[in-house]
Nanobody, 122 residues
Framework: EVQLVESGGGLVQAGGSVRLSCAISGLSFDEYGIVWFRQAPWKEREGVSCIDSNDGSTVYKDSVKGRFTMFSDNAKNTVSLQMNSLKPEDTAVYYC???????????????WGKGTLVTVSS
């Protein structure tokens, strides 16, 4: 059984930082991409960052480049998202997921966590 559990969300002021973590069990990081998605109130779910399963490279949504960093600890089956210089528009529920690749659209992703809420106040 594949399980993903996010943690680390909370309330933070604009300009602050939060580190999210996702514990993954039931599959190997070597075989899948790992993605952070987010969904803001009244908006569609969107990709934030993704680690490619082939070469280990990481891609980011343009609006978070230079502010967010995604990294993994394969030995512990854990991935994290370090979020710095947070803005109110970063407010969303953040989800980790395991897609077939970094190009998999969210509607085709099979395995999701339950999400963790990050609220950025101005």
């Amino acid at each position: 059984e594949v399980q993903l559990v996010e943690s680390g969300g909370g309330l933070v002021q604009a300009g602050g930082s939060v580190r999210l973590s996702c514990a993954i069990s039931g599959l190997s990081f070597d075989e899948y991409g790992i993605v952070w998605f987010r969904q803001a109130p009244w908006k569609e779910r969107e990709g934030v960052s993704c680690i490619d399963s082939n070469d280990g490279s990481t891609v980011y949504k343009d609006s978070v480049k230079g502010r967010f960093t995604m990294f993994s600890d394969n030995a512990k089956n854990t991935v994290s998202l370090q979020m710095n210089s947070l803005k109110p528009e970063d407010t969303a529920v953040y989800y980790c997921a395991v897609p077939a690749s970094c190009l998999t659209p969210p509607e085709e992703v099979v395995h999701w966590g339950k999400g963790t809420l990050v609220t950025v106040s101005s």
